[in-house]
């Protein structure tokens, strides 16, 4: 029988500011302000922001980025035990990732109504057609990251505007 998850909300805390620190390094290139970090035992072994503009590559979600870090630098393409902060709701890309990664939890910041499969647009993560099923915790820091990305679109627009 798998022993439940103890959820410290206070180290979910921390860790989201480490990765809205991400968000803000991907803001200041002009990418959509999404930070995300991979921890596996207490630290963390991948780090991303959303670059898909600067790096010319659709794929360049902070997930995909911080994941795709993580197995480069613990050389498994598989990181069970981890868990993944990211600042926004995942899409269905980066949910299918996380599946095929073998990623034990995902904490993420703020919901994204158009395109997030975890609870917005869907239940990504509860269909039973998975081989792998992932833990969820949503809302931490959610004012925070949902701030982050307010300011940016309203000084992008009050630049093109």
Known sequence: ??????ID??????????ALQQARLGAQLGEVPVGALLVQAGEVVGAGYNCPISSH?????AEMVAIRAAAQGVRNYRLPGS???????PCSMCAGLIVHS?????VYGTTEP??????SRGEFFAQDFLNHRVLVEGGVLAEECAAAL???F??????LG
Request: proline share 4%; hydrophobic share 35%; net charge positive.
């Open 9 to 18: 909300r206070s180290r979910d805390e921390h860790f989201m500011q480490l």
């Open 114 to 119: 158009k395109a997030g499969v975890v609870v």
């Open 154 to 159: 309203k000084e992008r627009r009050r630049r």
């Open 57 to 61: 590559d659709p794929s360049a979600h």
């Open 102 to 106: 073998r990623i034990a939890r995902v």
């Open 83 to 89: 868990t993944l902060y990211v600042t926004l709701e």
């Open 1 to 6: 029988m798998k022993k439940p998850q103890i």
């Open 150 to 152: 307010r300011e940016f």
